[in-house]
């Protein structure tokens, strides 16, 4: 292993996931839902979090893209979603959760998160999305025996950017922070990376965020995560951020 990085802690949506095949669809879901099937009210809320109708949308840094079910709830609620933010955060875990069958990994995860388990590296997953959701995911794609940390907005650990995640990884498996590799599709993944004092900051593109927008957080920006293994095992052959 390359520059005394020992572990790595993936975000889960844009990293792991490919954000707009999985997303997309589950957003329009969740706003039908919560405007209890008012059309022109589920267009508002899926606008004000930055989806559109078609489940796509422009702004990175929205609360679709980097918050969690209570930050999205608070969000709705707000701009006019019937009920309380307790029980439509519950609501939209549920959906979340039950959408994991649903959901378009960036390639054979097994295969890419096993090369680096075999290489010694210890594995983290760190999400806005709830803890039930993320390990429903390692169940799915077999990842059971690779990952050895999972952390959702409702662990106790605190929520993105803040550096609760990273920590709690950290003492989990009995590494420093200049030891963990974090990577994400966000700003907000690289700023809990920072907060943290972790030692590598990754930013990928399968997500939300853009190379231009990426670039000035992250010590390396790849095309996805299938580039993670290269990069750790010979760090000079890295693209630029």
């Known amino acids: 292993m390359s520059d005394g990085i020992r572990a790595i802690l993936f975000d889960k949506d844009g990293t792991l996931?490919?954000?707009?095949?999985?997303?997309?669809?589950?957003?329009?879901?969740?706003?039908?839902?919560?405007a209890r099937g008012d059309a022109?009210?589920?267009?508002?809320?899926?606008?004000?979090?930055?989806?559109?109708l078609?489940?796509?949308?422009?702004?990175?840094?929205?609360?679709?893209?980097?918050?969690?079910?209570?930050?999205?709830?608070?969000?709705?609620?707000?701009?006019?979603?019937?009920?309380?933010?307790?029980?439509l955060t519950h609501e939209l875990d549920a959906i979340f959760c039950a959408a994991v069958g649903d959901v378009v990994p960036v390639g054979d995860l097994a295969a890419i998160l096993g090369r680096l388990a075999r290489r010694g590296y210890r594995l983290g997953i760190a999400s806005s999305d709830g803890e039930a959701a993320?390990?429903?995911?390692?169940?799915?794609f077999g990842l059971e025996g690779l990952i050895d940390f999972v952390a959702g907005?409702?662990?106790?650990?605190?929520?993105?950017?803040?550096?609760?995640?990273?920590?709690?990884?950290?003492?989990a498996i009995g590494v420093a922070p200049e030891a963990v590799a974090v990577v994400g599709d966000t700003l907000h993944d690289l700023a809990m990376a920072r907060a943290a004092d972790a030692?590598?900051?990754?930013?990928?593109?399968?997500?939300?965020?853009?190379?231009?927008r990426l670039a000035a957080e992250a010590d390396v920006v790849l095309g996805s995560i299938a580039e993670l293994e290269a990069l750790l095992v010979d760090p000079a052959a890295a693209p630029a951020p």
């Open 17 to 34: 996931l490919d954000f707009w095949p999985s997303w997309g669809p589950i957003a329009v879901r969740a706003g039908t839902h919560a």
């Open 40 to 52: 022109a009210l589920a267009e508002r809320l899926l606008a004000v979090a930055g989806i559109g």
């Open 54 to 87: 078609d489940g796509r949308r422009a702004d990175p840094d929205s609360v679709f893209a980097a918050g969690s079910a209570a930050d999205i709830a608070r969000v709705w609620i707000a701009a006019g979603a019937p009920g309380d933010v307790d029980s």
């Open 134 to 140: 993320i390990r429903a995911t390692v169940e799915r």
């Open 153 to 171: 907005w409702d662990s106790g650990h605190g929520g993105k950017p803040g550096p609760g995640m990273v920590l709690a990884f950290c003492r």
């Open 199 to 212: 030692g590598l900051r990754v930013a990928v593109l399968t997500g939300t965020g853009t190379r231009a």
